[in-house]
């Protein structure tokens, strides 16, 4: 079996890593130019990545996930991160959350934008974190929902009634037309899953 087949499948079945950590793995190890690189192989393949524009950032994300295989294979080399600039992350200012609020809720969509704005708000999940979260991970009785973090990793965070209200109307909406609990509560209106990229675009032109 190629190493790279065996350490895929020793990541997924005796690390039992996520099906999105798998991915990452695959991708990254495709620029590598053979199963057992030189140390000039490994730099020139950190060369290339730059060449193809990627930024710091991006690089090190391959690089820690090619350094894991290095070291599963028993390879002298590890590849040394590069620096990556400090940067603030940007934040949304009081006028712009205040007109979050001001998002009309008359139609389907527009209801479930503002529903999902406050659930962002309240909770401070990420946008995908909230996107799939299905009806029974909605504790509407205690107002406690279950978010599905990265790696697999679980947290239980309290809403505002008003949140709770919003979400136990399209978990409604869901019951009436026999969509099952591990249904997203917030569909988009064409498809059962939402995409993310399509979700910030839409927050992000509330607040323009």
């Known amino acids: 079996m190629p190493k790279f087949e065996q350490f895929i499948r020793e ?41 193809k524009g990627l930024r710091s950032t991006g690089c090190n994300s391959g690089i820690r996930s090619i350094n894991a295989y290095l070291k599963w294979a028993s390879s002298p080399f590890k590849i040394p991160q590069m620096k990556e600039p400090q940067v603030i992350l940007p934040t949304y200012s009081a006028p712009q959350l205040q007109l979050t609020s001001r998002v009309e809720a008359k139609e389907s969509h527009r209801h479930r934008l503002s529903t999902l704005i406050a659930l962002l708000a309240d909770t401070g999940c990420r946008i995908d974190e909230a996107l799939s979260l299905s009806r029974r991970d909605i504790d509407f009785d205690n107002l406690l929902v279950l978010l599905h973090g990265k790696g697999r990793k679980d947290r239980l965070v309290p809403i505002l009634l008003n949140s709770g209200r919003d979400c136990l109307y399209f978990s409604g909406k869901q019951g009436e037309i026999g969509i099952g609990g591990q249904s997203p509560v917030l569909p988009s209106h064409t498809t059962v899953h939402a995409g993310p990229h399509t979700a910030v675009r839409r927050v992000e032109l509330c607040v323009m």
């Open 11 to 51: 990541r997924q079945y005796l690390h039992n890593v996520s099906p999105a950590t798998v991915s990452w793995h695959t991708h990254n190890l495709k620029w590598l130019p053979s199963e057992s690189p030189t140390e000039d192989e490994l730099k020139q393949m950190v060369v290339r990545m730059r060449e």
